[in-house]
């Protein structure tokens, strides 16, 4: 058995060579990008690994001790050891906390290809070292600047040799080991002490006021003398004409050898605002979520007839947001809100036609058919997973346009994630605890420290953080929360464990409510540059679900709530008073006969309707007798039917129809003409410009509409006829849109790559850097380095023969059809007719080519399986 030790990488790409199949797994789930398309072998995996946009991409989503870790990284020697990288971090006093959290930190970066080499041999990524090591246009997070090596880069000898002199250190023959001399004197703790004893306190506080950053200070042509005698031993070194830095060996020296003013290596507590009875809660998001039901049908039975215009450019003008707004009376964001989540939920659309109007779609015929549980389910799953935000409404976009509700550029692929985080954080606390908004933004903003761009941001907060509060609050009004405190319908909606009633053991720092810590509280031992376990490998993990989960944990939610919700009642208790109280939701039909007979006065826990002559007049309008009327009264009151009801239906029924109007322009006919002589002597059908055609009939210049209208003004109760003489029955028409689908979230990148892709890139990306690096025998024509072989026909006929006889790989050049040229590892098996049949080990199957195709192949090395 082999005691060799495995050699230490010299490349990313060979470091990546040296991990298993899960180890690479880990890596392209956190990093998909990394497979859009699949690398044809790792050494390329390696170089786009390395792009500047991936890179960029991947530090984003470090918490904030992985990333102070990397940025510590860009600061260090080039390698660095462990040790060195520890110093950094934990400074002079090591503290344990940080001792303990670095193997985690630095795992986490050699998993996604950010670190690479032994634990004595550390590297960053050079994009990454050159996007966080500090530089003048660029300053460090860390508040460092360069080091004496890098300042006195462009400085004459003669000049590193007069500060050399004047630090008390010996002379040498040359620069570099001169600059070398007084590295080694500012990073030595005693010696450095000694010299700062000996400077004055004003030189000594020029020194402080640029330790923790920016590191760079302006200074006249004739410096001051506390200043001068800082530049005369190198503790401050001129970058440009009147322009000075402070080393950074001497800004570490200062700091007690610490990168960061703050190091965070334990993401903070979330702390409590306050504690319900799971109970009160769970009935609280109830309650909220019925309401939702309530607005959102409320919002589509107001646009039943055709909404608002579809602006031209797209969305809902500020005018109809307004009335939406006053319609629901809720204030305009809570409107927009409404209106984006029946959008998301596919229940609203625009109609398409000409005079493009927004409308219900015909899915929210058959959602108003759902039990109600099944509803909210489908508006709470349309919510958490949308990237539609109806919070940045009202603002302004990239090209300083406002954004209007239902418009376009209202997508923030962060926003599903960030509900998620959110909801999932409150998952993690006991039952009935509601945190407050200021520790769960804390919590956010160390899980992700970098900050979005600019055009989202609205003063000192960033996308994140807005999203946060707005999913906090969204939450609430939806019945996902109840209180401020997840609900139980609210966790199922997660797919989360059922919650525990009993704190857990603090593991979060002071005394704030520990929550579950993920993946980032847990002990690591350290790991060498062989270990990679999955940063999310953890069982509590709370991660998004797949549609298939999804749809299972919206079904469980809906159970949950079902119970909480207030049954449909099929009665309503009418008042002597002209109005009817509905003491909690009613059954469909019921509803829907009452909204055409009485209007609704008021809303709460019981909806208020009151019953005018005009609404009576409308459901006679709508084909309904007097009889019908008192008939559907009787058998849904609980109370008897009040006279003054009664009088009301039978008084506007006698009057109903007695006049009718049709289209002549129009005219008017009633059997009494006393009534038409009435009409024509009151001063209010002047614009009406009525004359008689007969003693029963009116002829006017108005259409049959304008006619109706002014006659009901008058307060005669006319009915509409058609040309037979019948009465026109008046319903409205709901108007639809065509079928249409919910819009679909907008993907921050490529979406995570499943298993089953990952198996299939793994092999290919495996079979092809086994194709790019197996030795070859040498040929007398070499191709260069990366080139493919070049033999020519019946060479290459030749050698596939062998090849079949011997049982022996070969390595070939193919080109496709498309043109596309690559390398391949073949065990030929047959070659007859112009085309070699053969397993193909960098597909990992059997395959025909023709041999036209090939340009070359060439053996492999004797020691090659």
Not at 193 to 201: E, T
Not at 227 to 244: E, I, K, N
Not at 291 to 315: C, I, M, S
Not at 496 to 509: L, M
Request: one cysteine or more; hydrophobic letters at 40%; proline letters at 9%.
């Amino acid at each position: 058995m082999s005691t060799e030790e495995t050699p230490a990488p010299r490349s990313l790409a060979e470091a990546l060579r040296a991990r298993d199949d899960a180890s690479l797994a880990a890596l392209l789930r956190t990093r998909p990008d990394l497979i859009t398309p699949v690398p044809t072998d790792l050494t390329q995996l390696a170089t786009r690994a390395g792009t500047r946009a991936s890179v960029v991409r991947a530090l984003e989503r470090l918490d904030r001790f992985t990333l102070q870790t990397a940025q510590a990284l860009a600061v260090a020697p080039d390698p660095a050891a462990y040790d060195d990288l520890l110093a950094l971090l934990a400074g002079d006093a090591a503290d344990p906390t940080v001792t303990a959290a670095l193997p985690r930190a630095l795992t986490t970066l050699r998993e996604q290809a950010l670190v690479w080499g032994g634990t004595d041999r550390l590297r960053l990524v050079r994009t990454a070292r050159e996007l966080l090591a500090p530089s003048p246009q660029h300053p460090s997070p860390t508040g460092l600047g360069p080091t004496v090596a890098e300042a006195t880069a462009g400085m004459s000898p003669g000049r590193v040799q007069e500060i050399v002199a004047a630090a008390g250190l010996t002379s040498t023959h040359d620069a570099v080991s001169a600059v070398a001399s007084l590295t080694t004197l500012f990073t030595d703790r005693r010696r450095m002490a000694a010299l700062l004893d000996s400077a004055a306190p004003d030189s000594v506080d020029v020194l402080r006021r640029l330790v923790w950053g920016p590191p760079y200070g302006q200074i006249t042509a004739e410096p001051a003398a506390h200043l001068r005698w800082l530049l005369d031993r190198g503790l401050l070194l001129p970058t440009a004409p009147g322009t000075v830095v402070l080393p950074r060996e001497v800004a570490l020296h200062l700091r007690g050898g610490q990168a960061h003013r703050t190091t965070e290596p334990l993401p903070p507590g979330i702390e409590p605002a306050a504690n319900h009875r799971p109970q009160v809660v769970d009935n609280a998001a109830a309650g909220q979520a019925y309401t939702a039901l309530a607005t959102v049908e409320e919002l589509l039975k107001d646009w039943d007839e055709g909404g608002p215009a579809v602006l031209r450019a797209g969305g809902l003008s500020v005018r109809d947001l307004k009335r939406t707004a006053v319609a629901l009376d809720v204030s305009e964001p809570v409107a927009a809100f409404w209106v984006e989540l029946a959008y998301a939920a596919g229940l609203l659309a625009s109609d398409g036609e000409a005079d493009e109007r927004y409308a219900a779609t015909p899915a929210y015929d058959e959602w108003l058919e759902w039990p109600s549980s099944r509803r909210w389910a489908r508006l709470a799953e349309a919510w958490l997973t949308a990237t539609r935000t109806p919070g940045v409404i009202g603002g302004r976009d990239a090209k300083d346009r406002t954004l209007s509700a239902l418009g376009p550029a209202l997508d923030r692929s962060a926003a599903p994630e960030v509900r998620h985080r959110v909801l999932a954080l409150l998952a993690a606390l006991p039952e009935g605890t509601s945190p407050t908004v200021e520790s769960v933004l804390a919590r956010l903003h160390w899980e992700r420290p970098t900050r979005g761009p600019q055009q989202d941001r609205e003063g000192d907060e960033d996308l994140r953080t807005r999203l946060a509060r707005w999913t906090l609050a969204e939450a609430e009004s939806l019945g996902v929360t109840g209180r401020g405190a997840l609900s139980s319908q609210g966790r199922a909606l997660l797919g989360a464990p059922a919650a525990t009633t009993k704190a857990p053991e603090s593991t979060g720092p002071g005394d704030k409510l520990p929550v579950h810590h993920d993946h980032h509280t847990h002990d690591h031992h350290t790991h060498d540059h062989h270990s990679h376990s999955h940063p999310h490998s953890h069982g509590h993990t709370l991660e998004p679900l797949s549609a298939s989960e999804q749809a299972v944990a919206s079904a469980t939610a809906a159970r949950l709530l079902t119970p909480l919700l207030p049954e449909p009642l099929d009665h309503v208790l009418l008042q002597a008073d002209l109005t009817a109280v509905a003491p909690g939701p009613l059954k469909r039909p019921l509803a829907d006969m009452l909204g055409v007979l009485a209007d609704v006065e008021s809303k709460g826990g019981a909806t208020v309707y009151r019953f005018t002559p005009g609404s009576v007049r409308r459901a006679l309008d709508a084909g309904r007798s007097a009889s019908d009327l008192h008939d559907f009264l009787t058998a849904h009151s609980r109370t008897p039917v009040p006279q003054p009801l009664a009088y009301l239906i039978d008084d506007v029924a006698r009057r109903h129809g007695h006049l009718r109007i049709g289209a002549a322009s129009a005219y008017v006919r009633c059997d009494d003409d006393a009534v038409l002589s009435e009409i024509l002597a009151d001063k209010r059908s002047a614009n009406l410009r009525l004359r008689r055609l007969a003693p029963t009939v009116l002829a006017a210049q108005a259409d049959p509409a304008t006619l109706l209208e002014g006659l009901r003004g008058m307060g005669f109760a006319p009915a509409a006829e058609s040309a037979e003489g019948d009465v026109l029955i008046t319903r409205a028409h709901a108007h639809r849109t065509p079928p249409r689908t919910a819009p679909d979230p907008v993907p921050d990148g490529p979406p995570a790559p499943d298993t089953t892709l990952l198996s299939a890139a793994i092999r290919a990306i495996r079979a092809g850097d086994l194709a790019s690096t197996t030795p070859r025998k040498p040929t007398e024509t070499p191709a260069p380095s990366g080139d493919l072989p070049r033999t020519s026909p019946p060479e290459t006929l030749a050698t596939m023969q062998a090849a079949v006889m011997t049982g022996e790989a070969v390595w070939i050049g193919y080109v496709n059809a498309e043109g596309a040229a690559s390398q391949r590892v073949i065990a030929p098996i047959r070659v007859e007719g112009g085309f070699v049949t053969a397993y193909d080990h960098t597909a990992d199957e059997v395959r025909t080519y023709p041999l036209h195709r090939v340009t070359g192949v060439a053996e492999l090395a004797d020691d090659q399986p």
